[in-house]
């Protein structure tokens, strides 16, 4: 058992009052509480902007690095210490733009942690300038008569690179977005959950404008199938599926798993030094012990 | 990649060259605020751009040592040859590791993708330490601590109940962070703090026909065989020339240049970069330069024509 004050940081929170994100980091403790994970027992990783900085507002362990390389530093991090529950927490901007390549290998990678963007398709920390999801023709602080660039279609990619399991929610409803995030932690390989967060700021759109399109998956929906998924992932506009989009659980590699069993079944850091002979050992393979004796 | 592992606790290093180096450059820039140990290899070619990708050069020594944004304490070391690059990459993960910065061994092509003939390497290093603190004796753990060393005590997630929390952003001593600009200043001479330590572990040049010489060829790594060889042969000719090779850069080691001598640059490079380096430091009058810049690695010949052409 672990109660969510645990997870109560001291940190300043530096988000607007109202801020969706606010929903997404109440829904993230909820699903680490149901999951029983301790502080210490967790990792977040992040990049910039203001999805990045909620690791400050979670009491755990954390990384919070460059702008677009997040998931690189996870990758390596779960690799490590497989016994750490490894989460990304990003931005639209910070993963689909400035990430855009991490992005896209670590489908092909498969590490097993789960990626989580917080997708209010504009950028909010440098005060509203276009982001790879805003839509076209929206009108922005810099962009003032209206995108003249086709939005990226992270869901699609994703399912398309083959990521295992793809799912969009939204930060105003916290327990449906609980439970993706419980789902997606839980799932053996990469969980990569887009979570729709309007911006109050600088957004397009008003909240409202959302939750009138927003509808959950039904549950006869099929989220093993490419084809109907993919239909799902491009859907947007008058209505907007929030849910498990994609699941994927045929076995497949996970990156890190071959090298841990070849070398060690567990965490890297139990591994310490090789002893002496070992490397001696090791040395010799070079064939330098053969010229020694020779001389 | 390599700064995640390291956070996770285990040793990291990543190769590359110049091209990749320098895309990479702003991971080094992270490794040094959020003190992440590193060793990254950089295979130096003649560059700019993509160069001779399949030729050597020495172009990169002021590049390396003032890679990354911002101001930080690194280590470069440039291994003379294949036994010294073993001993120099132990070392370099050992004081990555001490001071919690990162290391970059400046190797070259010719280094690189040259076949020797060695004798067996003799592990005789005797200590390998990640330099970790005891989760044991910590009540409050501050990733940043600030200490009289600068160096602060070193955890990786999961080890203990003790949460390790590192920014890139300026940070508190939990690793929080901050715009409290008087902590600003305080942290910046941390992480520079470690630099003046470091530097009294730096091993100084090695010394050839030294006491002895009117005449001193100043070079650094991979050249170290060609100088050496073409020393014993100017010498023979009747000169007295000697020799004084770095293979560990930055921070420079504490030496002391005799007046009476004369100082000639050897390097693969066309602008001289460790006469500049030396110079800014020491003040170091440079007599004459012998550099390559055609792609091919400096040989005895060509270092003993050049000499020739300076001192005639």
């Known amino acids: 058992m672990v109660a969510i004050e645990e997870y109560q940081s001291d940190a300043e929170n530096q988000w607007c009052p109202g801020c969706p994100n606010f929903g997404i980091l109440s829904a993230l403790k909820n699903a680490l509480v149901k999951l029983a994970k301790k502080p210490e027992e967790i990792c977040l990783v992040s990049g910039i902007g203001q999805a990045a900085k909620l690791p400050h507002y979670l009491r755990c362990n954390f990384f919070n690095g460059l702008h677009g390389r997040a998931l690189p530093v996870a990758t390596a991090i779960r690799v490590v210490n497989p016994e750490l529950t490894t989460i990304v927490v990003t931005g639209d901007g910070d993963c689909y733009g400035e990430g855009g390549n991490h992005f896209m290998h670590t489908f092909r990678r498969n590490p097993d942690m789960t990626l989580i963007v917080h997708n209010n398709q504009i950028y909010g920390l440098t005060k509203g300038q276009a982001s790879p999801t805003t839509e076209l023709g929206d009108r922005t602080r810099l962009q003032f008569e209206g995108v003249k660039l086709a939005p990226l279609q992270p869901l699609a990619l994703a399912i398309l690179q083959g990521c295992p399991f793809v799912a969009r929610g939204f930060a105003g409803d916290i327990p449906h977005l609980s439970d993706l995030f419980v789902e997606a932690i839980r799932f053996k390989g990469f969980s990569y959950v887009d979570v729709i967060q309007p911006c109050i700021s600088w957004g397009t759109h008003p909240v409202s404008w959302y939750r009138e399109r927003i509808y959950k998956l039904p549950p006869d929906y099929n989220p093993h199938q490419v084809d109907g998924a993919l239909k799902k992932a491009i859907e947007w506009g008058d209505r907007i599926p929030i849910g498990i989009l994609y699941h994927d659980d045929t076995p497949r590699h996970v990156f890190g798993d071959y090298f841990r069993a070849q070398i060690h079944d567990g965490t890297l850091t139990e591994l310490g030094f090789p002893p002496r002979d070992a490397l001696d050992e090791l040395l010799e393979g070079f064939g330098a012990s053969k010229l020694k004796n020779k001389r | ?239 007295k020339v000697g020799a004084l090779h770095f293979t560990e850069l930055w921070p420079l080691p504490v030496y002391q240049f005799p007046s009476e001598k004369q100082y000639y640059l050897v390097e693969s490079n066309a602008t001289g970069q460790l006469g500049r380096l030396l110079q800014s430091a020491f003040g170091l009058h440079v007599e004459g330069r012998i550099t390559r810049y055609d792609g091919l690695p400096l040989d005895c010949a060509y270092i003993m024509e050049g000499f020739e052409r300076w001192s005639r």
């Not at chain 2, 060793?39 to 050069?57: D, K």
């Not at chain 2, 040859?81 to 590791?97: C, E, T, V």
């Not at chain 2, 060393?149 to 003790?162: D, E, K």
């Open chain 2, 1 to 239: 990649m390599a700064i995640g592992a390291s956070y996770a606790g285990v040793r990291a290093m990543t190769a590359t060259s110049g091209g990749g180096f320098a895309l990479m450059v702003e991971g080094i820039s992270l490794a040094g605020m959020t003190e992440t140990p590193l060793v990254i290899v950089l295979g130096q070619r003649p560059a700019p751009a993509t160069g001779l990708p399949t030729r050597t050069e020495q172009g990169d020594l002021l590049f390396a040592i003032n890679a990354g944004h911002g101001e930080f304490s690194k280590l470069v070391f440039a291994p003379a040859d294949p036994r010294d690059a073993f001993h120099k990459i132990i070392r370099a993960f050992n004081l990555a590791d001490k001071y919690q910065s990162t290391a970059i061994i400046l190797t070259d092509q010719f280094l690189a993708d040259s076949y020797f003939t060695v004798e067996q390497f003799e592990l005789d290093e005797r200590e390998n330490r990640l330099y970790l603190a005891s989760p044991e004796s910590i009540t409050d753990y501050k990733r940043y601590q600030l200490t009289e060393t600068g160096i602060s005590p070193r955890l990786y997630p999961g080890q203990s109940a003790h949460l390790v929390c590192c920014d890139s952003d300026e940070h508190d001593e939990y690793g929080h962070i901050t715009e409290d600009l008087k902590l600003r200043s305080r942290m910046v001479e941390k992480r520079l703090k470690k630099f003046e330590l470091l530097r009294s572990e730096i091993l100084p040049p090695e010394e050839k026909e030294f006491t002895e010489a009117k005449d001193v060829l100043m070079s650094w790594g991979s050249s170290r065989n060609a100088v050496f060889e073409a020393v014993d042969k100017l010498n023979g000719k009747g000169n």
